[in-house]
């Protein structure tokens, strides 16, 4: 099969001959139909992140079962499927009381032992977080992919994988927003955007989007936000606690800065909880003032939106198609695995909200 | 009648004739029977804290109702009542949803417009937090007293008014501390032993009390923790670590320190909550290190233990008269008025759990 190959940071990747192994037991082999082009992928490819190289990146896809393993009950070939970040274990503290998304446990995620899953005839290639969605196959545990209904676009259920569930779901589980509370994102790519949505769709009453560049704002008013504040005019927080007259209830982080995690703190009203959806850099401290907390103020992460994958990512599939999951307007552009190179540059520019690659049938 | 005022900080109170007002439409006169001597008095005995002087300190006080205001309906005299720290509105967003230790409506905090509460001789008297409870006589908003069963007795219900609520309820109600949980409390004075009374209440599976007395630390064993760590000796995140193979569910801190606090969210496991209960000093920044933030771990504030004063100072009542509430280890001493200044002494040196002083009948 063909797939991109990053052999060396800050080097274009190269579409290469690669060998995939055979389901194990409880693996499954899936045809690729599209996966997405995340700003992860982006920090490894540009040396940011370490990862060994080298690997095939992409870790947002979506496919159609070819083949599974012996074990495998969860799905036949034919099953449309989404994969998952995560593999959670289904035995551990957090898997059985619902918090899969912090499972981690990695008995599933190591595949066979003695031959790698991905390999050219250069020899081994490492798998990117047990995907690698940027190859015409797949090799995968079954506790990595979620089925879905047969009537969903798979080049639009792929983002569904990380960006959409990772910001939806900061809205609609780990903060919980309530039908008529306030709420403010701060940051709207793909991540800010869908926590947009989410709460939206739980019914906030208000929604306050706040980014630097004016078409990003645009685009929130279309997922939902009531009001947007340019980063640029100045004071968030005093800009926030007047348009709420004092505060919200729910704040989002969706960048991954120290700056904009202190910004969601400060902006709350008493008892209102920030959620830190971006991923703060190793070493870096977000600092809160202590008197505060005596207000009950919160701060909480995310991790992939504390999904259930297996329960919301079909959820968010009926969304879609009830047209309240607003990933038309997400996707941005569709390309061939080909364009790859072009896709991460056009990326760098941070002007798209989603790129997805489209394979050929 | 006599009270205890402080005309300067740093110099011991006077006992003095004080005159007390009549009660406004919505005001109790209220006759102290007890009264307890927190951390919180004797900061601003020390000049730590700001408060307008002359006045006439104390917070955490119980008594019966001598006379009421021509609106008041929720008592009447003979009524027995615990003060609260809170004049809760009862109509703001805070009241009417649960949450009146948040509430910030001051409209019945202030009382008669022309008249000062308190007053000598000497002129006007500042009535400390619409308190004043180290005087024979109170005068407060009905929103400001909770109505309790009569076979209480009130040298001990005086001490739920502040600090007993305060840690009892940031385990049950702020972080709600599930049956078979495992807890951590740092810090165990009459807050801390609290909150480990709470969680032991709530039936946590395992509660861990941190301090560096061992006279404390044995106390906390009689308030139910499991096990205790003496901070003296060492690492305190890495042995509560290494009892709960990974980190708490529940941490708790109970003293107001800058690193006590960053320890609470440290010793936790994925998913793990910290509660701040102790007094951050302003200026004070708590810093937590952004990516352990992706393993859901949340810190938050509590705020008077987030209690509904009328709602659960009788349940907490009742947990006394049950023997769940351990009230009688924490009042370690019962004194008189006169006293005063040799208890604040003995609270400087920090070795008792809670002082009481019981009003002559």
Same mark, same amino acid.
């Given at each position: =099969?063909?797939?991109?190959?990053?052999?060396?940071?800050?080097?274009?990747?190269?579409?290469?001959?690669?060998?995939?192994?055979?389901?194990?037991?409880?693996?499954?082999?899936?045809?690729?139909?599209?996966?997405?082009?995340?700003? +992860?992928?982006?920090?490894?490819?540009?040396?940011?992140?370490?990862?060994?190289?080298?690997?095939?990146?992409?870790?947002?896809?979506?496919?159609?079962?070819?083949?599974? &393993?012996?074990?495998?009950?969860?799905?036949?070939?034919?099953? $449309?499927?989404?994969?998952? !970040?995560?593999?959670?274990?289904?035995?551990?503290? $957090?898997?059985?009381?619902?918090?899969?998304?912090?499972?981690?446990?990695?008995?599933?995620?190591?595949?066979?032992?003695?031959?790698?899953?991905? +390999?050219?005839?250069?020899?081994?290639?490492?798998?990117?977080?047990?995907?690698?969605?940027?190859?015409?196959?797949?090799?995968? %545990?079954?506790?990595?992919?979620? #089925?879905?209904?047969?009537?969903?676009?798979?080049?639009?259920?792929?983002?569904?994988?990380?960006?959409? =569930?990772?910001?939806?779901?900061?809205?609609?589980?780990?903060?919980?927003?309530?039908? &008529?509370?306030?709420?403010?994102?701060?940051?709207?790519?793909?991540?800010?955007?869908?926590?947009?949505?989410?709460?939206?769709?739980?019914?906030?009453?208000?929604?306050?989007?706040?980014?630097? !560049?004016?078409?990003?704002?645009?685009?929130?008013?279309?997922?939902?936000?009531?009001?947007?504040?340019?980063? #640029?005019?100045?004071?968030?927080?005093?800009?926030?606690?007047?348009?709420? &007259? &004092?505060?919200?209830?729910?704040?989002?982080?969706?960048?991954?800065?120290?700056?904009?995690?202190?910004?969601?703190? %400060? =902006?709350?009203?008493?008892?209102?909880?920030?959620?830190?959806?971006?991923?703060?850099?190793?070493?870096?401290?977000?600092?809160?003032?202590?008197?505060?907390?005596?207000?009950? #103020?919160?701060?909480?992460?995310?991790?992939?939106? %504390?999904?259930?994958?297996?329960?919301? =990512?079909?959820?968010?599939?009926?969304?879609?198609?009830?047209?309240?999951?607003? !990933?038309?307007? !997400?996707?941005? $552009?569709?390309?061939?695995?080909?364009?790859?190179?072009?896709?991460?540059?056009?990326?760098?520019?941070?002007?798209?909200?989603?790129?997805?690659?489209?394979?050929?049938?």
């Amino acid at each position: =099969m063909k797939a991109a190959v990053l052999r060396e940071a800050k080097k274009p990747m190269q579409i290469e001959d690669v060998k995939i192994s055979k389901p194990g037991p409880h693996e499954v082999l899936i045809r690729t139909v599209a996966a997405g082009i995340c700003h +992860s992928d982006l920090h490894i490819a540009d040396g940011l992140f370490p990862f060994p190289l080298p690997t095939v990146l992409g870790h947002e896809s979506a496919g159609i079962v070819e083949q599974v &393993g012996s074990d495998v009950r969860y799905v036949v070939p034919g099953d $449309h499927v989404i994969t998952c !970040l995560s593999v959670f274990c289904g035995h551990c503290e $957090h898997c059985l009381t619902g918090h899969m998304s912090r499972c981690m446990t990695d008995e599933w995620a190591r595949g066979p032992k003695d031959e790698p899953r991905l +390999s050219s005839d250069k020899g081994r290639l490492h798998q990117f977080i047990n995907l690698s969605s940027y190859a015409e196959m797949l090799l995968v %545990s079954e506790h990595n992919i979620v #089925k879905i209904r047969k009537d969903m676009p798979l080049d639009k259920a792929c983002v569904i994988g990380c960006g959409v =569930m990772t910001g939806f779901g900061a809205a609609i589980h780990t903060a919980k927003v309530e039908p &008529g509370s306030t709420v403010a994102v701060v940051g709207c790519g793909g991540i800010g955007l869908s926590a947009i949505n989410g709460a939206a769709v739980a019914g906030a009453g208000r929604i306050i989007a706040i980014d630097m !560049l004016g078409s990003k704002l645009n685009l929130a008013k279309e997922f939902g936000a009531t009001d947007v504040i340019n980063a #640029k005019d100045g004071d968030v927080v005093a800009k926030v606690r007047e348009l709420t &007259g &004092g505060g919200v209830h729910y704040s989002f982080e969706a960048i991954g800065m120290k700056k904009t995690a202190e910004d969601c703190f %400060s =902006m709350l009203r008493a008892g209102g909880v920030a959620t830190i959806i971006g991923m703060i850099p190793i070493g870096t401290n977000i600092e809160i003032h202590g008197p505060e907390l005596l207000q009950e #103020k919160k701060m909480q992460g995310s991790m992939m939106g %504390s999904n259930r994958f297996r329960v919301d =990512m079909p959820r968010l599939v009926d969304f879609y198609l009830a047209d309240r999951l607003k !990933l038309d307007l !997400l996707v941005s $552009h569709t390309i061939k695995l080909n364009q790859i190179n072009e896709a991460f540059d056009t990326l760098r520019k941070g002007e798209v909200a989603r790129q997805v690659i489209k394979f050929d049938a």
